[in-house]
Nanobody
Framework: QVQFVESGGSFVQPGGSLRLSCTGS????????LSWVRQAPGKGLEWVSAIDPTEEVIYPLEAVKGRFTISRDNAKNTLYLQMDRLKPEDTAVYYCATDRYGHGRGQGTQVTVSS
């Protein structure tokens, strides 16, 4: 079955950068559109970004446009999220998933942005 393992989360000061990684298994990675979603404390899932098999990308979450970049390396079965100019409101657990609803997501990786 679909499995994801997210990593790269950390504590960072406002204005800093992080690169999240997500390794997928149990499916043909290169054939799937993949998403990053996040969940802040006490809030629901937010769809952050998605990339399709042709590497077309979207950023449905207005708050991250221009600061976050999604990419993929099919040879490594890995999805990435480069996060720059981080803000305290980016604090959340970040998950990769097969769709905007978070299906198949792993255990997530914690990102904390604070001074």
């Amino acid at each position: 079955q679909v499995q994801f393992v997210e990593s790269g989360g950390s504590f960072v000061q406002p204005g800093g950068s992080l690169r999240l990684s997500c390794t997928g298994s149990g499916f043909i990675f290169e054939q799937f559109a993949l998403s990053w979603v996040r969940q802040a404390p006490g809030k629901g899932l937010e769809w952050v970004s998605a990339i399709d098999p042709t590497e077309e990308v979207i950023y449905p979450l207005e708050a991250v446009k221009g600061r976050f970049t999604i990419s993929r390396d099919n040879a490594k079965n890995t999805l990435y999220l480069q996060m720059d100019r981080l803000k305290p409101e980016d604090t959340a657990v970040y998950y990769c998933a097969t769709d905007r609803y978070g299906h198949g997501r792993g255990q997530g990786t914690q990102v904390t942005v604070s001074s």
